[in-house]
């Protein structure tokens, strides 16, 4: 009996000083994107940055372009003490698979930017979610075309709204659908609004589905492009030149702004004529500091934070603005 008093004793110490030696390590939070390559993800991933610096954390910031590589990095993630990730998934789809792989390892997950869905398709609300005012800021981007097209004096019948969609994604159909009641609403004649999908969310695709709804409509002499982001847009505006438009007759707003710098730094105006800034900063610092709080201090998160300021740059207010947010 005494010799398992002991015993116990010696275990619990043990234990006691692997686990103060474990607590002096430091937290790990992981971060992962579906896009890296966008500066939208790489803004992100900057000011998750920043508040680990802040908080003392370490943030593990891994790409997930597809299924296998997001359940991949959880498994690493758990594999290197990590106790929780920030993700904006590859595929909304994968939320039930995400969240059960979560849950196996005992991490905490937050979402940003795109909602996970069930297997019926429904968005999954019990998963804290960081996002954009995504109707309003869509409705934002449809205010600004027309408001552009009217000052360039553009004859509403001989224009043409190319909408390029990508309706499997929720915040993406809701920008789009956004803008296009926007430009409804203030007058634009609707069947002139012409919708086309996107096979994939990035320039080539967009460029591709672009160019087959272009080919189709002669008769529009002039165009304003309507997409979710900005290298939706930039697809469209590209295919615009592919086509032989000029500059002043095609007007693209595009959406992330981070990602819109490249082309409004360019010599010479072209199509793509702004961007709608949201706060890549704001979602990528809060994103991680509710998962913190949830892990150190239990804190649950709010299941729903939107994000809602943006502000419109152009070619003659970009630096000014991306400063005043510290990008
Ligand atoms: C989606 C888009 C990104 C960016 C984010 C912002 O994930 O693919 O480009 O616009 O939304 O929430």
Redesign the pocket.
Same mark, same amino acid.
């Given at each position: 009996m005494k010799k398992m008093v002991k015993n116990l004793i010696a275990a619990a110490l043990a234990f006691g000083m692997a686990n103060s030696a474990f607590s002096a390590e430091k937290l790990k939070l992981g971060f992962l994107v579906?896009?890296p390559e966008?500066p939208?993800f790489q803004t992100e991933w900057a000011f998750a940055d920043k508040a680990g610096q802040e908080m003392n954390f370490e943030v593990i910031k891994i790409a997930v372009p597809d299924g296998e590589k997001t359940l991949n990095a959880i498994d690493s993630l758990a594999a290197n003490g990590a106790k929780g990730f920030v993700i904006?998934t590859p595929d909304p789809k994968l939320g039930p698979a995400i969240m059960a792989k979560a849950k196996s390892l005992d991490l905490k997950v937050v979402t940003v $930017? $795109?909602q996970f869905v069930n297997a019926k398709g429904k968005p999954m609300d019990t998963v804290p979610l960081v +996002? +954009?005012a995504a109707t309003k800021i869509g409705e934002r981007q449809g205010e600004e075309l027309y408001k552009e097209m009217t000052k360039r004096g553009w004859d509403a019948s001989q224009s043409g709204v190319l909408a390029i969609t990508a309706d499997e994604?929720d915040?993406?159909r809701r920008r789009v659908d956004g803008s296009i009641s926007a430009l409804k609403a203030a007058g634009f004649p609707e069947g002139q609004i012409y919708r086309v999908p996107t096979k994939s969310?990035d320039i080539p695709g967009a460029l591709d589905a672009a160019n087959s709804m272009l080919v189709q409509h002669p008769e529009v002499k002039h165009w304003l492009v309507v997409g +979710?982001?900005d290298?939706t847009v930039l697809g469209g505006v590209r295919a615009t030149e592919g086509q032989g438009f000029q500059a002043e007759n095609v007007i693209g707003i595009g959406?992330?702004g981070v990602?819109a710098v490249n082309e409004l730094s360019k010599s010479k105006a072209t199509g793509f004529y702004g961007s709608l800034l949201?706060s890549p900063d704001v979602?990528g610092y809060k994103s991680i500091q509710m998962l913190h709080d949830w892990v150190v201090n239990g804190a649950e998160p709010a299941m729903f934070t939107e994000v809602t300021d943006v502000v419109l740059i152009t070619r003659d207010n970009f630096k000014v603005e991306l400063q005043k947010k510290g990008l």
């Open positions: 579906k896009q966008e939208w904006c $930017d $795109d +996002m +954009m994604l915040t993406a969310n +979710m982001n290298n959406i992330n990602d949201p979602h």
